[in-house]
């Protein structure tokens, strides 16, 4: 079974960074696409950056200049650098995969929390 699983966030103090990771198991099968969703509260969650094979990416409007996403090449990690962040970008961070090929189908982690404090 097919298991996404974030890790890296915390609280971090406006002007910080943090970088996000997300690993794949239960698949030996590149996924086609991964991305970073993020869900503030109270608000439904939204698209933050993605990346075809492991070098076509693109970025929310909000994030540009901000955040960058990166695949090691052939494998199902994924990481999101975010640098000068402030309040707004807190939220549950959510990694998502799309697999052309067995495991056919969207898979989504379980998030991890990004808290930056004013």
């Known amino acids: 079974q097919v298991q996404l699983v974030e890790s890296g966030g915390g609280l971090v103090q406006a002007g910080g960074s943090l970088r996000l990771s997300c690993s794949v198991s239960g698949t030996l099968v590149g996924a086609k696409s991964m991305a970073w969703y993020r869900q503030a509260p109270g608000k439904q969650r939204e698209w933050v950056e993605s990346i075809v094979n492991s070098d076509i990416s693109n970025y929310a409007d909000f994030v540009k200049g901000r955040f960058t996403v990166a695949r090691l090449r052939f494998k199902n990690t994924l990481y999101l650098q975010m640098n000068s962040l402030n309040p707004e970008y807190s939220g549950a961070y959510y990694c998502?995969?799309?697999?052309?090929?067995?495991?056919?189908?969207?898979?989504w982690g379980q998030g991890t929390q990004v808290t930056v404090s004013g």
């Open positions: 998502y995969a799309r697999f052309l090929a067995v495991p056919v189908g969207d898979y």
